[in-house]
């Protein structure tokens, strides 16, 4: 599976950002899609994830309630809808594919840079 992660920029605290996941190389109907996140100096860690079969989500904790987790099956995209944004969101977000089966994440897209100014 090949990730391509975009959306990411500069927004005010507050705002909205949406990222988009294009995904290719495989039928992704026995996957699950996850958007991770990693803040300067931190270690990275979980956002979102969705079930593509059936688009079952799950959200971490931090980002329920302001972050959405969305798939378009004919453009084989995943996206990541982010409302009121805080100056903790900040980080290299990335999209991840695992297979339902298994647990941990193996393919990884290249990373998109969210900036939140206070």
């Known amino acids: 599976v090949q990730l391509q992660a975009s959306g990411g920029g500069l927004v005010q605290a507050g705002g909205s950002l949406k990222l988009s996941c294009a995904v290719s190389?495989?039928?992704?109907?026995?996957?699950?899609m996850g958007w991770f996140r990693q803040a300067p100096g931190k270690e990275r860690e979980f956002v979102a994830h969705i079930t593509w079969i059936d688009g079952n989500t799950h959200y971490a904790d931090s980002v329920k309630g302001r972050f959405t987790i969305s798939r378009d099956n004919a453009k084989n995209t995943v996206y990541l809808q982010m409302n009121g944004l805080k100056t903790d969101d900040t980080g290299v977000y990335y999209c991840?594919?695992?297979?339902?089966?298994?647990?941990?994440?193996?393919?990884w897209g290249q990373g998109t840079l969210v900036t939140v100014s206070s």
């Open positions: 991840a594919a695992r297979r339902m089966i298994f647990r941990e994440y193996d393919s």
């Open positions: 190389g495989r039928t992704l109907s026995n996957y699950v």
